[in-house]
């Protein structure tokens, strides 16, 4: 049963990168786009390797801030972002006591901000940061450690729509220090 859930986890991440590359891509003069941003992120997650049988599928929801200073002129930019979610999951553990297993996530990174021609507002978005996780339940048995601190990589694209930016994004961490998770995450942020 749970590895018909990580071929569903891949067609959901398709079809959300499908939909943001096909939307209307509007042109704008060169002009700078809002410096900063702050928006609401939805979407959701599955353990990979060793923790694929404590993280099943399982839905993640926060809040997302931003700083991309870039005009519409320029085809590579970059940008720094802080992020909070929180995630939510049937356990896949007979043993977990807590019946689901909840998770608290901050991170912070930066990321190259790629443009495929100028004036174009669609951007391709390649990350790296630092997340902080920290569980209700130990994740990586026999250790009964319940927070970790490592490494992700995500990938995504955005779409700015007037003042907001709507994404979409795939991104794999806790990397080597923690659980790795993959996860399909959408959003809207608003420009300040």
């Known amino acids: 049963m749970r590895g018909a859930l990580a071929p569903r986890l891949v067609r959901a991440a398709a079809l959300g990168a499908a939909l943001v590359a096909l939307a209307p891509a509007g042109r704008a003069a060169a002009d700078a786009l809002p410096s900063g941003?702050?928006?609401l992120v939805t979407g959701v997650r599955q353990g990979v390797g060793a923790t694929s049988s404590t993280f099943g599928l399982g839905a993640l929801w926060g809040v997302e801030a931003g700083y991309q200073p870039m005009s519409t002129s320029q085809r590579v930019g970059w940008a720094v972002r802080w992020r909070v979610l929180f995630s939510g999951y049937l356990s896949g553990q007979s043993d977990n006591l807590a019946g689901n297993l909840r998770a608290v996530e901050v991170d912070g990174g930066t990321g190259l901000r790629?443009?495929?021609r100028p004036g174009l507002l669609r951007y391709l978005?390649?990350?790296a940061g630092v997340s902080l996780l920290r569980s209700n339940i130990p994740l990586l048995p026999p250790s009964r450690q319940r927070a970790y601190l490592g490494p992700y990589v995500s990938v995504g694209l955005e779409q700015y729509v007037g003042s907001?930016?709507?994404t979409f994004e795939?991104?794999?961490?806790?990397l080597g220090t923690g659980p790795t998770t993959l996860s399909a995450i959408a959003g809207i942020k608003w420009g300040v």
């Open 37 to 39: 941003s702050i928006g």
């Open 114 to 116: 790629i443009a495929p």
């Open 125 to 127: 978005d390649v990350g």
């Open 164 to 166: 907001q930016v709507i």
């Open 170 to 174: 795939l991104r794999v961490g806790v």
